[in-house]
T-cell receptor, first 113, second 116 residues
């Protein structure tokens, strides 16, 4: 069974640009969550999607957005990039059992210059 | 609301020694508890989880953890460290009952170093 796939793995952007990250969940998983990992703030929850609907969101500004497609693939977008957005962005998928057991992808490392 | 405190940002052990990584949580509702491991330039890998049932849970790679409600703790142990255990370990909590919708609250992580 293929794991959670995130693309791209690495990317470099400049301040003010926008970026889109993609995540393909494990086959059959309908829940996709996104996290930001930085040395200073650690792992922080961004949002979760299930059946194309955002069910939960963390405390991030509106520049951070996401969506989910009918095949459960998800994208997140960050607009008007700031230096502080440099981070590892992790996507995770889970089944519908309610146990909140997340399987993470390898992440997309974003560097903002 | 939930929070997690991992005691010790760095732990160093000798190969073959006991590994003990400490985690205390705070939760206003019954918790689900997790330990994840992260190797350099990789995502998080689930080591073990407590959701319901037996409070002593066994995970992969010889790790285990015990849920102690009275102490609000979920410490991770391994009897004998191996060089390949060197990594960063994260404890996480979520609310039980299926309403957390993907949200885990993580501790700050503990970097485990294993000396030969």
């Amino acid at each position: 069974k293929a794991g959670v796939t995130q693309t791209p793995r690495y990317l470099i952007k400049t301040r003010g640009q926008q970026v889109t990250l993609s995540c393909s969940p494990i086959s059959g998983h309908r829940s996709v969550s996104w996290y930001q990992q930085t040395p200073g703030q650690g792992l922080q929850f961004l949002f979760e999607y299930f059946s194309e609907t955002q069910r939960n969101k963390g405390n991030f500004p509106g520049r951070f957005s996401g969506r989910q497609f009918s095949n459960s693939r998800s994208e997140m977008n960050v607009s008007t990039l700031e230096l502080g957005d440099s981070a590892l962005y992790l996507c995770a998928s889970s089944d519908s059992s309610g146990a909140n057991v997340l399987t993470f992808g390898a992440g997309s490392r974003l560097t903002v210059l | 609301a939930q929070s997690v405190t991992q005691l010790g940002s760095h732990v160093s052990v000798s190969e073959g020694a006991l590994v003990l990584l400490r985690c205390n949580y705070s939760s206003s509702v019954p918790p689900y508890l997790f330990w994840y491991v992260q190797y350099p330039n990789q995502g998080l890998q689930l080591l073990l989880k407590y959701t319901t049932g037996a409070t002593l849970v066994k995970g992969i790679n010889g790790f285990e953890a015990e849920f102690k409600k009275s102490e609000t703790s979920f410490h991770l142990t391994k009897p004998s460290a191996h060089m390949s255990d060197a990594a960063e370990y994260f404890c996480a909590v979520s609310a039980a009952g299926g309403t957390s919708y993907g949200k885990l609250t993580f501790g700050q992580g503990t970097i485990l170093t294993v000396h030969p």
